[in-house]
């Protein structure tokens, strides 16, 4: 649309911004077809940009009746739109979405008492719409709030919501680990092997099977590099020539160096993999498996111990601790079943294009593959 589509609207109130006050508000835009460009709210102001149709002299009549009828003060401006300033407090939910409409948001403040005071920024970034919502709520129901961002997931197509965890401020951030296969890379990296040396199908349904938790991981690991024995050094140099970084991955550790984040792979994935990756995206530490060698042939053995769910979360303790960090100070990040200890036991830890039970137990998730997406998610502000 052009831009004498675009109007702009500001409701004024003389008390701090409310959940029942975004009520009236997102009940006013309903009654004309829109989608939100922009959204901000400083002081005890809201601002809306909206792409809309026509806006008839019977609507503007019915905001400026309602308005005046319920306290509030509405104004069309065409100044710049202020910023806003979000407090160290509360709770603040992200969104990554295509467009933002009235009826969103509504779903998002359902669960909030009315006299809960909101703080609102949303505008376009890129290909998507960049929204952050704060409320300064006293006790909320976490678990079901999370709930309900999962299921607006499933019923809006490309709407990405989360709920940041108590007491997580991203400005706080000092340590990022990370899974390896699908994660880091776009590849299973032993599915990979196992491809080139004619042994995928069988060693895939077993990868599979851990990944959903439907197998111990240890237990399958040694299963599938015993498909592996005989497989020589020059095979994996070949594999390794068609692994690809997941996007986004260089853009997210170039912001991780910036800002003086040390990073971490903690994977069950294999050294020959791991190690050339963390040096291409400067990564300092690295936990990973490892296979028995002999005559440069894979003996179809691991060496122990093997890195399994549980050593991924005892690695990130002992990072932390080596690093004098607490939890709030840290993000992990994974795929697999077998990432959810080391993803609960960061102050952040997500869920990346995972499965459905890796996003019902992390308390944050993201479904595109683009890794730079994190930044926003977390709730930096993105370049």
């Not at 040396?197 to 895939?204: D, H, L, Q, T």
């Not at 390794?240 to 160096?257: H, K, M, N, Q, V």
């Amino acid at each position: 649309m052009s831009d004498s589509n675009i109007l702009e609207v500001s409701w004024s109130s003389n008390a701090p911004l409310t959940v029942g006050a975004y009520r009236d508000f997102l009940a006013y835009l309903e009654l004309a077809p829109h989608v939100i460009v922009r959204a901000t709210s400083v002081d005890q102001t809201a601002y809306f940009s909206l792409k809309t149709g026509p806006l008839s002299d019977s609507v503007r009549a019915e905001w400026d009746q309602r308005s005046f009828a319920q306290g509030y003060r509405i104004e069309w401006y065409t100044q710049t739109m202020p910023a806003t300033a979000f407090s160290r407090d509360g709770y603040r939910i992200t969104g990554l979405t295509p467009e933002i409409r009235a009826d969103h948001l509504k779903k998002l403040l359902e669960p909030f008492n009315a006299d809960s005071i909101v703080s609102l920024h949303s505008e376009p970034h890129r290909e998507f719409v960049l929204t952050r919502i704060q409320v300064l709520a006293q006790t909320i129901d976490e678990t079901g709030i999370r709930e309900r961002l999962l299921k607006i997931r499933e019923t809006e197509n490309g709407h990405e919501w989360n709920l940041l965890p108590t007491g997580w401020i991203p400005e706080d951030l000092r340590m990022a680990a990370f899974d390896l296969d699908s994660t880091l890379i776009e590849q299973e990296g032993l599915d990979e092997l196992a491809r080139e040396y004619g042994c995928y199908e069988p060693v895939s349904q077993v990868t599979e099977a851990a990944m959903r938790g439907e197998l111990d991981f240890a237990a399958s690991f040694t299963r599938r590099v015993a498909y592996l024995k005989g497989l020589e050094r020059q095979a994996v140099k070949t594999v390794f020539e068609r692994i690809e970084l997941t996007p986004g991955a260089e853009d997210f550790f170039a912001f991780l160096s910036r800002n003086g984040i040390q990073s971490a792979i903690f994977s069950g994935g294999f050294d020959f993999f791991a190690e050339p990756i963390a040096a291409r995206l400067g990564i300092s530490w690295v936990v990973c498996n490892r296979l028995e060698w002999k005559n440069d042939q894979v003996t179809g053995m691991p060496l122990f111990p093997i890195v399994d769910a549980a050593r991924k979360a005892q690695a990130l303790i002992e990072l932390r601790e080596k690093l004098s960090l607490i939890a709030g100070d840290t993000l992990a990040v994974g795929d697999g079943a077998n990432d959810i200890p080391m993803l609960l036991e960061a102050g952040a830890g997500v869920a990346f294009h995972a499965k459905p039970k890796v996003k019902q137990a992390a308390r944050l998730a993201l479904d595109r593959r683009d890794l730079r997406l994190l930044i926003p998610l977390l709730g930096f502000v993105p370049d």
